[in-house]
């Protein structure tokens, strides 16, 4: 009986509530047996880091030889996204292939429970939430990360589990120093997923490995060989140390000979954290950061391979999205989609094997239920412009340091919806300069564009929103954190 091994890595997966459960793990089991020809998947998903982190988009620093060397044997994608500008909806879009809207990671005031709730709200910490029960056949990880040290009874840290069993704690078993930023979480990680590589190949099964790694996420971590070794901190640090990950994972392949038969995907769950500033990571030439849906909050890193089946050192600019990693790995695993449910993703089938762009229906950039923006080939609008609450933004917290762009980086929830921001992110990129609508350029995108979100719109049908409530043995982080108070959530 033909069957994929999964295993899942690390932190943020227990973020399957019942509409966005692993549809891939669910098909594959239903298959007939075809094995001999399946290949192995691998998606490399990191945690806040940005575009611009990547030596082969520019990051001055070279920080990042593996994953540059990688891009040279495989395929760039320079544009992009992610799902949601946060962790969690952003994952669950993965796994679901379906925006979070749809599969219920969202909250549906949107712009209510902050944006912090939502990403550290996990409901999965109930038994039904175990990725064990939803197609994953090992896990090694916690249902949160990066979070405490709580140290007490009625919080005390984070569980960290293999497979079914609890193997420890943050902090107590598994030692994080926060003055020094020294733990070793990234080697552990990088050791799982190469032991289960070595361990699947030797079964002859094909498998997926989700490694859903954190380092670059605050607080920011790596290793005492990693340490000092960057020229921009410890963020640098960790993603050096986690380059080198990427590049023993690809050794493994090549050593087991199976890397002709591995299709690996390295991308990241949202843009860099703009607002922690020079410990934060880079989003490039992009506006703002996290949390937004500027350019900078949603537009990833993503690298492609598959030696001898991606011709290796190309560009593509097929405009993609996380969520089209479902579709992807449906296709070459020969698996139908689900066709019970609409699917957001599509193939990235011809971009890989062809470098064939396919048209497809808008990215469509959401902050909780607000569709505040749209982009149709290289043209973006806008419907809905906000960073952060002035509150918020007075107290200290910057989503677009240095990066002000006056009527468009709003302090307001202002909605633009008479008159729809466009850019042109061919051109312009940064974002920086709106097409005025009584241009022939505004004249002629925009109402493609206005088509496409009416007829999204009109047949949207929201999951049961999962993200409102907040538990408060999570939120108790941001309470010390301070920095966000009831009043932000009211301003319009
Ligand atoms: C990391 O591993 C090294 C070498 O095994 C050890 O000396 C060090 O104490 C570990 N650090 C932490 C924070 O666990
Ligand atoms: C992978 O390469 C090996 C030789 O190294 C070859 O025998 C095998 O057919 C190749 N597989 C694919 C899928 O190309
Ligand atoms: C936003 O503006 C549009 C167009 O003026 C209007 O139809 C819509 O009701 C507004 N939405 C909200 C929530 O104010
Ligand atoms: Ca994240």
């Not at 712009?111 to 939502?118: A, D, E, Q, S």
């Not at 043209?379 to 677009?400: I, L, Q, V």
Request: glycine share 8%; net charge negative.
């Amino acid at each position: 009986m033909f069957s994929v091994r999964f295993a899942l890595m690390f932190c943020a997966l227990s973020y399957f509530p019942l509409a966005a459960r692993s549809d891939i793990a669910r098909s594959s089991t239903q298959q007939s047996p075809k094995s001999a020809g399946k290949p192995n998947f691998i998606v490399m998903l990191m945690d806040d880091m940005g575009w611009g982190d990547l030596g082969v988009y520019g990051e001055p620093n070279k920080e990042t030889p593996n994953l540059d060397k990688m891009a040279s044997e495989g395929m760039l994608f320079p544009d992009f996204y992610s799902a949601c500008p946060l962790c969690s909806p952003s994952r669950a879009a993965l796994l679901s292939g379906r925006l979070p809207i749809r599969n219920g990671f969202y909250s549906d005031n949107a712009f209510g429970c902050n944006g912090m709730c939502i990403e550290y709200t996990h409901l999965g910490q109930q038994p039904r939430y175990h990725p064990l029960r939803h197609g994953f056949d090992e896990w090694f990880g916690s249902s949160n990360c990066h979070l405490g040290p709580f140290n007490n009874r009625d919080t005390p840290n984070v569980p960290v589990f293999r497979d079914a069993d609890m193997v420890g704690r943050y902090y107590e078993d598994f030692p994080f120093n926060k003055q020094t930023g020294e733990a070793n979480l990234t080697q552990i990680y990088i050791n799982e997923a190469t032991s289960f590589i070595e361990k699947q190949v030797a079964t002859g099964q094909p498998f997926f490995l989700y490694w859903a790694v954190d380092a670059t996420h605050d607080p920011v971590y790596a290793s005492p060989d990693f340490l000092g070794t960057s020229r921009r901190g410890i963020y640098g640090d960790a993603v050096r140390e986690l380059d080198s990950g990427v590049g023993r994972i690809l050794q493994t392949l090549q050593k087991l000979k199976v890397d002709n038969n591995t299709f690996v995907f390295f991308s990241s769950d949202n843009g860099a954290a703009t607002y922690n500033k020079a410990k934060g990571g880079s989003n490039g030439p992009f506006l703002c950061g996290k949390e937004t849906t500027f350019e900078g909050g949603m537009r990833e890193p993503a690298v492609a391979w598959w030696p001898g089946v991606v011709q290796g050192g190309q560009v593509s600019f097929q405009l993609g999205s996380l969520m089209d990693l479902f579709s992807t790995l449906l296709d070459f695993a020969d698996i139908p989609a689900p066709s019970d449910r609409t699917i957001d993703g599509i193939s990235l089938r011809p971009a890989l094997l062809s470098n064939i762009v396919t048209d497809r229906s808008p990215i469509f950039l959401y902050r909780g239920d607000l569709l505040m923006a749209a982009r149709v080939g290289q043209y973006k609008a806008h419907f809905w412009t906000w960073t952060n609450s002035w509150s918020e933004f007075h107290s200290g917290t910057d989503f677009c340091p240095g990066q002000e762009v006056k009527g468009v980086t709003t302090h307001k929830q202002t909605n633009q919806t008479a008159s729809p921001l466009l850019f042109d992110l061919g051109c312009d990129p940064q974002e920086k300069y709106v097409i005025p609508p009584s241009s022939p350029i505004y004249q002629q995108q925009m109402p493609a564009i206005l088509k496409a979100v009416k007829e999204h719109l009109a047949t949207l049908k929201p999951g049961d929103p999962q993200l409102n409530w907040c538990d408060p043995a999570v939120m108790l982080m941001l309470k010390l954190k301070g920095s966000r108070d009831d009043s932000d959530k009211k301003e319009i």
